[in-house]
């Protein structure tokens, strides 16, 4: 059975600070990863995607990905209250075909 | 105008009973996605269709039967439906790429309390 694993937190930052969440994975052959956010009773919605090695930024967001270290990381930036949330990893199975979620990182973000 | 919708958006049932969950998308996509999120939150992949055609079918009890009728449209029906059934299932869509390197949307979610 594929793994993707991360923290499950709760993660707690103040306002203003960074927020890392980091995520490994087990299929060595995985080609796509993703971030997820998912508010308390919403669904989730991607925040952002990184397919190869090295850094992808996005505004307050930074994705890093290592494929020989099997690890994903996401860096929010300026953290806000608003950034409260549960951050999913996800990657693709070895088809392409599905994501493979890990549990969510819960992150509380104080003012 | 809403890309992904499920409906019905809550669902209580007794056990023992039949249920259906439709799911529609309005982005053109070509393939659509069932998911159970259970009460620790953990989302997991129970089916996959490309083109109306079945891709990926996990070790999902065969009460569970989803059905295709356009690229537009995966509906999830439960038969006998039991209490471990109680959960948040997510609808999703995404245009195939290969490498999947494509975008999944995610419906608003079915809350299911079967009791």
């Known amino acids: 059975q594929k793994e993707v694993e991360q923290n499950s937190g709760p993660l707690s930052v103040p306002e203003g600070a960074i927020a890392s969440l980091n995520c490994t994975y087990s299929?060595?052959?995985?080609?796509?990863f993703f971030w997820y956010r998912q508010y308390s009773g919403k669904s989730p919605e991607l925040i952002m995607s990184?397919?190869?090695?090295g850094d992808k930024e996005d505004g307050r967001f930074t994705a890093q990905l290592n494929k020989a270290s099997q690890y994903v990381s996401l860096l929010i930036r300026d953290s806000q209250p608003s950034d409260s949330a549960t951050y999913l990893c996800?990657?693709?199975?070895?088809?392409?075909?599905?994501?493979?979620f890990g549990k969510g990182t819960t992150l509380s973000v104080s003012s | 105008d809403t890309a992904v919708s499920q409906t019905p958006k809550y669902l209580v049932t007794q056990m023992g009973n039949d249920k259906s969950i439709k799911c529609e998308q309005n982005?053109?996509?070509?393939?659509m996605y069932w998911y159970k999120q259970d009460s620790k939150k953990f989302l997991k992949i129970m089916f996959s269709?490309?083109?109306?055609?079945?891709?990926i079918n996990e070790t999902v009890p065969n009460r569970f039967s989803p059905k295709s009728p356009d690229k537009a449209h995966l509906n999830l029906h439960i038969n006998s439906l039991e209490l471990g059934d109680s959960a948040v299932y997510f609808c999703?869509?995404?245009?195939?790429?290969?490498?999947?390197?494509?975008?999944?949307?995610f419906g608003p979610g079915t809350r299911l309390t079967v009791l």
């Open positions: 990184i397919y190869s090695n």
């Open positions: 996800a990657v693709t199975n070895q088809a392409g075909t599905a994501l493979i």
């Open positions: 269709y490309n083109n109306k055609e079945l891709i």
């Open positions: 999703a869509s995404s245009q195939f790429l290969a490498g999947g390197e494509s975008t999944q949307y």
């Open positions: 982005l053109g996509h070509d393939t």
């Open positions: 299929d060595r052959v995985s080609q796509s």
